[in-house]
């Protein structure tokens, strides 16, 4: 089951119990936070007692130093009584056609190999027309928007019948998702990984195969009438000051082996 520890919602906390929690989450002690923040212990207890009231600058700092995602930085602020510091822009919005292009860019360029853009919770955004390779036979039911791109992949109606190594995929994409919660805190995920390990597989499901000869996990997957072998690779915006900035992925996925590539007439 995945990490469970949940931040509350912002309106029912203080800031001080929420950097309390956030602190708790990432296992830290006062005097682990005091000292990577480089702030007294004192000061420290009495933002998280209520005996003291942060500054923005402060709420920023402690965020910073918990390697908070900005949508959870703005919801310390909210708790704070500060107003949000990081903008939430529609991706269709015309201040983010730079990003749609850069996005598009990159889908584009990747083809004739699939590549696929995601949000936070592993949403569809935008994927190129190579990812058709890998979506024949999938249920019609799980391509209805929102497509959830895990629940595709490990669904007994998604790709999971067609990918050979079912069990080692699967246990690498659950391990992701476990990362992502545990630096989220965010229940939705957990709640996605709880449906997702459900899922029935017939395979083991390693941690790490220390004998592979792979440097990392393939997705080898029966399509196009032969079996594929692809390495994946993840793609994010440096330094975005925009929530859905920050939340997009781009995953690509490159052919591991000459007999891919060149059923993928690229060689």
Request: with cysteine; proline share 7%.
């Amino acid at each position: 089951m995945a990490q469970s520890t949940s931040v509350a919602p912002t309106a029912q906390r203080s800031v001080g119990a929420l950097l309390r929690q956030w602190r708790e989450h990432r296992r830290l002690s006062q005097l682990d936070l005091s000292l990577q923040a480089d702030v007294s212990t004192r000061h420290l207890s009495f933002v998280e007692t209520g005996r003291s009231a942060p500054s923005r600058d402060m709420v920023l700092h402690l965020a910073d130093s918990l390697d908070l995602p900005l949508r959870e930085r703005n919801q310390m602020l909210l708790a704070a009584g500060y107003a949000p510091v990081y903008s939430q822009a529609p991706l269709d919005s015309p201040r983010m056609r730079a990003v749609r292009g850069a996005v598009r860019q990159v889908l584009t360029g990747h083809d004739p190999y699939p590549a696929l853009a995601v949000d936070r919770g592993w949403h569809l955004v935008e994927a190129n027309d190579s990812v058709s390779v890998l979506l024949a036979g999938v249920s019609p039911d799980l391509l209805v928007p929102p497509v959830n791109v895990l629940r595709v992949s490990l669904h007994p109606d998604g790709l999971a019948p067609r990918i050979v190594n079912l069990g080692e995929w699967r246990a690498h994409l659950l391990a992701r998702l476990r990362g992502q919660i545990t630096l989220t805190a965010d229940q939705d995920l957990a709640a996605l990984h709880d449906e997702l390990a459900g899922y029935p597989c017939d395979q083991l499901e390693p941690v790490v195969d220390q004998h592979s000869a792979d440097v990392v996990v393939p997705l080898r997957i029966r399509a196009a009438g032969a079996e594929l072998s692809f390495f994946g690779t993840v793609t994010t915006f440096g330094t975005p000051l925009d929530i859905t900035v920050a939340e997009l992925a781009i995953e690509s996925f490159f052919p591991a082996d000459e007999a891919t590539a060149a059923a993928l007439g690229t060689k």
